[in-house]
């Protein structure tokens, strides 16, 4: 049987919490929630996710990210498909809405689950060469 700890919960919707995890600049070894970090984001009246440094993270959706200037992935597992392609979405509108906007954010040695990837055409071009490439190395 496991052993009940003492230890208080942490209420990840409470405004505390919010301005915790918005106040961060840098994640390590640590699961992120991205749809709980983009609600805080928006209630701090931030439109997207800016300046964040996450190393050896897990980033967790279910999430459609828009990657936006500045933001790079270093050594990052994107993700698994059949067809890597999948993870994919342009846009077919001006604006991306509903969409996790990541503006010069670094992800070093990242794995994401369960998150869809969109942005300029260009970065849809790179990321579906990079992920193909990935797919036919293993």
């Known amino acids: 049987r496991p052993e009940l700890r003492d230890e208080p919960m942490t209420d990840i919707m409470s405004e505390a919490f919010g301005r915790e ?3 961060r600049s840098s994640f390590s070894k640590e699961a992120i929630w991205l749809p709980i970090l983009a609600v ?9 996710i800016r300046g964040k440094t996450f190393t050896d993270c897990v ?7 828009a990657v936006l ?6 050594g990052c597992n994107m993700g698994a498909a059949s067809d890597p392609r999948s993870m994919l979405f342009e846009s077919k ?21 369960q998150i869809g990837y969109t942005g300029s055409s260009a970065f849809l ?3 579906s060469e990079t992920l193909l490439h990935a797919g036919r190395a293993d």
């Open 40 to 48: 805080h984001t928006m209630n701090a009246g931030e439109l997207v």
């Open 21 to 23: 995890i918005v106040a």
């Open 69 to 74: 200037k500045g933001t790079t992935f270093d």
């Open 59 to 65: 980033i967790e959706g279910p999430a459609l990210v």
């Open 125 to 127: 071009e790179g990321m």
């Open 93 to 113: 509108g001006p604006r991306l809405v509903g969409a996790i906007g990541l503006e010069d954010c670094t992800f070093v040695r990242c794995r994401f689950v």
